[in-house]
């Protein structure tokens, strides 16, 4: 394998000043990964058998040339020096920084680019993660620390404002593609949805997109999550090819716990913040439906679809979170109501002593880590009520996603592609479409998409079953809190986002512990819709008393 972390330096030390020069830089090649697909041929999970580890399509080159530029002004020195400064940081703390003049914007963003550069290059740490990047993102920050200079920054400014943010890809964003992960859309040049509007009035900066599970996992049956045909195969940080990403927001997650940006976007249907955001040790929240516009998100299900803030910490997670809220007359699950708790929750922890959370006897009793730390909250002065939750009717699930992507992605595409560059308008186009190369285009099969096709719901069946599983969600999680008057139920990872999502309730998972394999898992709060802020409460006093994330040991 050829050690692109050389290629890297070297290609550093050249320090290429102009665009013929750079023109015969290569940073990147494409090697040979069937000794890494050899040695997952027999990992004990079967999804993580993998068939490649690198895109067939993405060429990095495209990707990190544009801002070569400007990272190779970046010594290892200068890089060294600003890590105390950002490095697991939180955004108050990179705040007052800058405030001091001890750091600038454009020294936050090439720190955070160097290291994408440092990591991603090398196909030994590579963690296929960063699949663009806004070629405008270095140019923009030097703006700010301009109208600094002058004094000209907007008095009052959102905490969010100047920090660099990734991209879920299935994020509409001006100036990078949005693909889903999917080759039909490599050419779907859109303007910013309603969430990236948001966080660029509020300042932020967009640092660039990241890894999904093609269409956001509901593509293939039983294929590994943290696959796209456009990015490849995303790897945890915690142990490459060894444990899953989680999925489908697995590049949100991946980045975040590499500290490749301050922050990420996710995006969840059931699931799919919360499963990789515990997965990779880092703060996850799926907030309530409505609370966070969909416009411009390439979807799965109208009913069940969020946006959500994946960060290092409860503090920035709900200062991303609080960067995207607005409502969005585009969505019709969009609420006027403002949450102004939100915009303090962070700073303001519950006490344990006012806390009532459910305890799941199932999950005691299987889990270690779960039954210590509950037993840890209540030595705190929580109040802990153990439960055995009801047992529910879950049937009719798939066919809310199937009938909902096929009749939201043509609507999806309607408003937002342009004909010219994405050939298809269906789900059925982009079964015929993936079908032409299929060795390519879905090495692990469509079976997800094909079942889509050979869905029989009904309009008048399809409101049945959304009726009947709401009711399902909330009486899972209803009959211990109401009977007892909690404030969140307690599980784990992703294990009940199905009922959470069906319920339309809000979860947020934060860093519980490893596993004696080193593995992450993550305490999940689930709370009622639009307790959002209360949540975050309970997970600041959780996160402060119990610390327990630590950063993956080979990107440090």
């Known amino acids: 394998m050829k050690k692109l972390s050389m290629l890297f330096v070297i290609g550093l030390l050249l320090s290429c000043k102009n665009e013929s020069v750079q023109k015969d830089i290569v940073l990147w090649e494409p090697y040979n990964d069937s000794a890494e697909v050899a040695a997952n041929a027999d990992h004990g999970i079967s999804r993580m058998r993998y068939k490649l580890i690198q895109s067939k399509v993405l060429d990095k080159n495209d990707v990190f040339l544009p801002l070569y530029h400007e990272v190779s002004k970046m010594t290892e020195t200068e890089y060294g020096a600003l890590k105390p400064l950002i490095l697991e940081q939180d955004i108050f703390s990179i705040q007052k920084h800058i405030d001091a003049n001890a750091l600038s914007y454009e020294k936050l963003v090439l720190f955070y680019l160097y290291r994408i550069y440092k990591y991603e290059l090398n196909n030994e740490t590579t963690l296929n993660t960063v699949i663009a990047l806004n070629k405008e993102v270095v140019a923009e920050a030097r703006k700010l620390d301009e109208q600094k200079k002058k004094g000209t920054l907007p008095v009052v400014r959102h905490p969010i404002f100047g920090m660099p943010i990734l991209l879920k890809d299935n994020i509409n964003t001006t100036g990078m593609k949005t693909t889903a992960g999917s080759i039909a859309l490599m050419d779907n040049e859109v303007a910013d949805s309603f969430i990236v509007q948001r966080l660029k009035e509020n300042g932020a900066l967009i640092l660039g997109k990241v890894n999904l599970s093609e269409w956001a996992y509901f593509l293939c049956s039983g294929c590994p999550v943290g696959y796209s045909a456009v990015g490849g195969q995303t790897l945890n940080p915690y142990g490459r090819r060894i444990f899953e990403t989680g999925g489908s927001s697995s590049g949100s997650g991946t980045s975040v716990a590499a500290n490749y940006a301050v922050a990420a976007v996710g995006t969840e249907t059931s699931g799919s913040i919360l499963s990789p955001s515990s997965q990779n040790s880092v703060v996850g929240l799926k907030p309530t439906i409505g609370l966070l516009s969909r416009s411009g998100i390439v979807p799965i299900s109208s009913t069940l679809d969020t946006p959500g803030p994946m960060t290092k910490n409860v503090v920035d997670n709900w200062i991303l979170l609080s ?230 040991k080979d990107y440090q």
């Open 323 to 552: 960067a995207m809220l607005g409502f969005d007359t585009s969505d019709t699950k969009s609420v006027r109501e403002e949450f102004p708790g939100i915009l303090s929750a962070g700073l303001q922890p519950e006490d344990f002593s006012v806390m009532r959370l459910g305890a799941m006897v199932p999950l005691m009793e299987r889990d270690s880590i779960y039954k210590e730390t509950i037993e840890a909250l209540k030595s705190a002065g929580a109040h802990i009520v153990e439960f055995t939750p009801p047992e529910v009717d879950m049937d009719g699930f798939l066919s809310i996603l199937n009938i909902d992507m096929r009749n939201d992605l043509p609507e999806y595409l309607k408003a937002y592609s342009n004909p010219e560059s994405v050939k298809i308008s269906s789900v059925a186009d982009a079964v015929v479409f993936n079908n032409t190369d299929s060795l390519t285009r879905i090495p692990y099969g469509q079976e997800l998409f094909e079942g889509i096709l050979a869905d029989s719901t009904t309009a008048e069946g399809l409101e049945e079953i959304k009726a009947k599983l709401e009711n399902s969600g909330r009486t899972f999680f209803d009959m211990a809190m109401d009977a007892h008057n909690l404030d969140a139920i307690l599980s784990i990872n992703n294990y009940h986002a199905g009922y959470a999502a069906v319920a339309k309730y809000p979860a947020l998972t934060i860093p519980m512990g490893y596993k004696s394999s080193g593995e992450p898992i993550g305490l999940t709060f689930i709370g009622k819709p639009f307790s959002e802020a209360h949540l975050l409460r309970i997970g600041k006093a959780f996160e402060t008393s119990f610390p327990k994330r630590k950063m993956p």
